[in-house]
């Protein structure tokens, strides 16, 4: 069974830094493509950023130059290193990974920023 569990969010000052981390089990090999979605209070759920297998990385244009989605393949891992934070990058993050036609999720973790 395949779960996904993030860490690694917390509360942090405007222009500040936080990496939050997403490891999945449950599999012996690995996943296709990885990303972090997030959902603020009121809000539809939005890609922050996704990355390939390969280690080709796309990002919402709200977070680049900001955030870097990066993965270890051997460990099954994704992260994403948010810098520059800004009271709007409050939501909480959720993490996925997709296999063939599946989309796993794990269950979020809440990233405060506060001004």
């Known amino acids: 069974q395949v779960q996904l569990l993030e860490s690694g969010g917390g509360l942090v000052q405007g222009g500040g830094s936080l990496r939050v981390s997403c490891a999945a089990s449950?599999?012996?090999?690995?996943?296709?493509?990885m990303g972090w979605y997030r959902q603020a209070p009121g809000k539809q759920r939005e890609l922050v950023a996704a990355?390939?297998?390969?280690?080709?990385?796309n990002y919402a244009d709200s977070v680049k130059g900001r955030f870097t989605i990066s993965r270890d393949n051997a460990k099954n891992t994704v992260y994403l290193q948010m810098n520059s934070l800004k009271p709007e990058d409050t939501a909480v993050y959720y993490c996925?990974?997709?296999?063939?036609?599946?989309?796993?999720w794990g269950k979020g973790t809440l990233v405060t920023v506060s001004s």
């Open positions: 996925n990974a997709d296999l063939g036609s599946r989309r796993y």
């Open positions: 449950g599999r012996s090999f690995g996943f296709d493509t």
């Open positions: 990355i390939t297998s390969g280690g080709t990385a």
